[in-house]
Each structure stands twice: as C-alpha cells, then as structure tokens.
C-alpha cells in the first residue's frame, strides 16, 4: 500500500521494501464509479455492553493516560469477553522475530 502511495504521489521510494513492493494497479480502474450504494444496517446491538458481572467486570483500570493500564491483564479481559470466562488466555510472546516450533506428539 505504501508503494501505490508514494506512486500517486510522485515520491521516491523510502526504502528497498518499498521500491520491491507490488504496487496495487488492479484496486483501481481508469474511471471512477461513481454510482451510490445501498448501505445495509447493523445487525447487531452497537449499544449492548458487557453485563456487571463479566470477567473483569471489577477491575479497575487507568485509560485516562496511554499504557498506563497493565497490558496483561487488559488483553486477558479482552479475551475472556470474547472466548468466555473458563477459557483461560494463551501464554503472551513477545519476540521480534516468530520461529515456528514442531509440534511434538504427546
């Protein structure tokens, strides 16, 4: 995405991954179409929040300044809102680089 823009925009690229990019010619066509569209509404509650008793539910925590939050915990609140209460969240990885580990048969 970066290559189309610095293409539209006349620029040099930033770095080699940008000039070895695929620039993303096929997302566009020579005219505009310019016909409207039908906007379909939400099929889901936009206002609906978790109940009081939800996992997490009495955790307080500080979102008035950014990280000041316990980054753990609030992914592990995610998650149980998500996956459910009794299913506990993976161990985190933080990494630079992933390398993929054979699964051994147990």
Do not use: C
């Not at 978790?50 to 500080?62: D, R, T, V, Y």
């Not at 609030?74 to 054979?102: K, T």
């Amino acid at each position: 995405m970066l290559r189309t823009i610095e293409l539209i925009l006349g620029l040099k690229p930033m770095s080699q991954f940008d000039a070895a990019a695929v620039p993303m010619f096929n997302s566009f066509q020579a005219a505009p179409d310019l016909t409207p569209y039908s906007a379909l509404p939400a099929n889901v509650d936009l206002e609906e929040k978790n109940g009081a008793h939800a996992w997490g539910g009495e955790i307080k925590m500080n979102f008035a300044k950014e990280d000041a939050a316990d980054d753990l915990l609030l992914n592990e609140v995610i998650w149980r809102s998500i996956r459910g209460a009794g299913n506990a969240m993976p161990a985190p990885v933080r990494a630079g680089f992933v390398f993929p580990h054979p699964k051994v048969d147990d």
